[in-house]
């Protein structure tokens, strides 16, 4: 179903001036609703976001009123080299820790142009494939329409990938620093208004423990990630009644491909008619780190236990 959706990009040779953005109505119930924002910094480059011993991400802080979160050093978004890093609170707060941290990573490319024009830089959010639809909007209205009021390019990368468990998609937004961050603003707003967004602020946000030992490319060649400790995957078998393996699947594979990116662990269900010993239970098996099969464990037993409440009532 992949159309053109992922190729929407502005033309900025038309060098518009651009006015400045509608005021923000106080009254807006999401201006104030924590939200958050997750995006892509190069492995080299969170050095100069973390400061020494933390001082710079500590000042960003301070004077942005919200939180900023960084994936280890060696958990990189699959297929790339990037670390995450997630900056949550209210928009307003999200917008200032973002420019301080976007104008941070300007500063120390020490771009100089002769012309003096406002050097264009890329940025790549993190968003899940279920929240894209939002802001691709009916027929790209929505996107357009973000392209436009922020003139930054904005292009959402295809859906299909072979990473496993992996349900995000990168948005890319090209621009000057003020065209990027009108561009988030006008993104960030729209998702404040999908619940499934909202509520996957408090998950875990490194993809580590599922790629622990193998990651695959977006070309399926089998990629080795530098420094992840493999002996720290273990794995265990549950078993889960097969007439509730459809509720830990969910519609189209989205809730166990959920469970697995948040838990960061690998998940694999048994084939129709194959049980746990002496039992019509289905087998499930949980591989990773202890804290993320312990995690993904907890929440298949979570989906169940709410089945037979409802069942209950």
């Known amino acids: 179903m992949e159309s053109t959706e992922s190729s929407y990009v502005s033309s900025p040779e038309a060098a518009r001036k651009r006015s400045p953005p509608p005021p923000k109505s106080p009254t807006s119930e999401n201006a104030e609703k924590p939200t958050y924002v997750r995006f892509l910094v190069s492995n080299a480059a969170a050095g100069s976001v973390i400061g020494k011993g933390g001082s710079t991400i500590t000042e960003f802080q301070s004077k942005s009123g919200a939180r900023i979160q960084l ?60 929240s894209c639809g939002s802001i691709i909007g009916k027929g790209g209205a929505t996107i357009k329409s973000f392209i436009e009021g922020s003139q930054a390019g904005i292009k959402i990368s295809p859906q299909d990938n072979n990473f496993y468990g992996l349900n995000d998609r990168l948005v890319t937004v090209t621009g000057t620093l003020d065209e990027q961050l009108q561009a988030i603003d006008l993104i960030l707003s729209k998702l404040c208004e999908d619940s499934h967004y909202s509520q ?114």
């Not at 820790?97 to 142009?113: H, Q, T």
């Open 71 to 130: 994936s280890r050093s060696h958990e990189f978004f699959p297929g790339t080299s990037d670390r995450i890093i997630m900056v949550s609170g209210a928009i307003d707060d999200i917008l200032k820790a973002v420019e301080l941290i976007l104008a941070k990573l300007l500063d120390e490319l020490n771009i100089k142009d002769n012309d003096d024009a406002e050097p264009r830089t890329k940025v790549r959010l993190i968003v899940s494939n279920s």
């Open 200 to 313: 996957a602020m408090h998950a875990p946000f490194s993809y580590a423990a599922t790629y622990n030992s193998m990651s695959y490319a977006p070309n399926g060649a089998g990629v080795k990630f530098p420094n992840h400790k493999e002996d720290h995957s273990n794995s265990i078998t549950i078993g889960v009644s097969d007439e509730h393996i459809g509720l830990v699947l969910g519609r189209g594979g989205r809730n166990i491909m959920e469970i697995s990116q948040v838990s960061g662990a690998r998940i694999k269900i048994s084939d129709r008619g194959d049980f746990m010993s002496g039992t019509t239970d289905r087998k499930v098996t949980i591989t990773g780190s202890q804290r993320a099969i312990h995690q993904a464990e907890s929440m298949i037993l979570q989906k169940v236990a709410n089945a037979s409440e409802r069942v209950m009532d």
